[in-house]
């Protein structure tokens, strides 16, 4: 069952979008060398309460952090803690989310913390987070859930391979269904699996968390004694880049974008819904 909101509820979800992307905007600006994971998790605290808006990954499953951090090759679910001091040419991802009124947001993004990165590492990002706009704009009325996978994987297979030979798709984690709760139906595959069918139509009311995972070797993963952390099986960073998105009526909006993906899905040939709360 996916559920399906209501104009209203988008705009609720609008709201929480918002406030993941002031979350991300201090936590960007706070990551820089010396700071700690932990630092970061207290500058999410603080954006958190001063939009009144409540943390969903706090508690989600015992989760200890508002946000998590997750540097170089950790993919995601990175626990923040005072002893993961950031330093110049690290690779971090910060995956946030917010509830306003039962109406859940989650985004993540890849920071580059100081400086002295590779071009490879810089252009591991980007292929990422294109892969995830690549995602977004297939988010129509009439295109099926695999269409959103396809446009995922197809734009990262189109992408000159890097020094370290290829890009791992992670097979473990994927996107999801948003709304009343953080992770709901349908889960979205970042890679086109035939044996799981097309998935359900995309239809106005939907809401999905795109959230491609891409590392520099091996799609593989474990996950840590910790329980959360999960780490590329061949040790190769990765990135990680999520929105939210609504398909309403009148096309899609980027929850968790300022601008509601605007700008960037102009330049995809997309016209974005109107901003319910402009
Ligand atoms: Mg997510």
């Given at each position: 069952m996916v559920e399906i909101k209501t104009p209203e509820q988008i705009a609720k979800m609008r709201e929480a979008g918002l406030v993941v992307a002031a979350i991300h905007r201090a936590c960007a600006e706070a990551a820089v060398p010396g700071a700690t994971t932990k630092d970061l998790d207290e500058v999410a605290a603080k954006v958190l309460a001063d939009h009144g808006a409540k943390p969903n990954f706090?508690?989600?499953?015992?989760?200890?952090?508002?946000?998590?951090t997750?540097?170089?090759?950790?993919?995601?679910?990175?626990?923040?803690?005072?002893g993961t001091v950031l330093k110049a040419g690290d690779l971090l991802s910060i995956d946030a989310g917010a509830i306003v009124d039962g109406w859940h947001?989650?985004?993540?993004?890849?920071?580059?913390?100081?400086?002295?990165?590779?071009?490879?590492?810089r252009e591991l990002s980007r292929v990422t987070e294109e892969s995830m706009w690549a995602g977004i704009a297939a988010v129509r009325k009439g295109n099926r859930l695999v269409d959103v996978s396809?446009?995922?994987?197809g734009y990262i297979r189109r992408q000159p391979l890097p020094a370290s030979g290829k890009y791992g798709i992670v097979e473990d984690y994927g996107g999801h269904g948003i709304g009343s709760q953080m992770h709901m139906?349908?889960?979205?595959?970042?890679?086109?699996?035939?044996?799981?069918?097309?998935?359900?139509?995309?239809?106005?009311?939907?809401?999905?968390?795109?959230?491609?995972?891409?590392?520099?070797?091996?799609?593989?993963?474990?996950?840590l004694s910790d329980d959360w952390t999960v780490k590329t099986n061949d040790g190769?960073?990765?990135?990680?880049?999520?929105?939210?998105?609504?398909?309403?009526?009148e096309g899609p909006l980027v929850l968790t974008a300022p601008d509601g993906g605007k700008a960037k899905l102009a330049e995809l040939g997309v016209e974005t819904a109107p901003d319910p709360l402009a």
């Open positions: 706090l508690g989600y499953g015992g989760f200890p952090g508002n946000i998590c997750s540097v170089n090759d950790i993919v995601v679910h990175g626990i923040p803690d005072r947001g989650d985004a993540a993004l890849t920071v580059f913390v100081g400086e002295g990165h590779s071009a490879e590492l396809k446009a995922i994987e139906d349908p889960h979205l595959l970042n890679y086109v699996d035939r044996r799981r069918g097309r998935g359900p139509k995309l239809v106005p009311g939907m809401c999905l968390a795109i959230e491609p995972m891409v590392s520099l070797g091996t799609p593989k993963t474990h996950v190769t960073w990765s990135s990680h880049w999520e929105h939210s998105v609504a398909l309403t009526e």
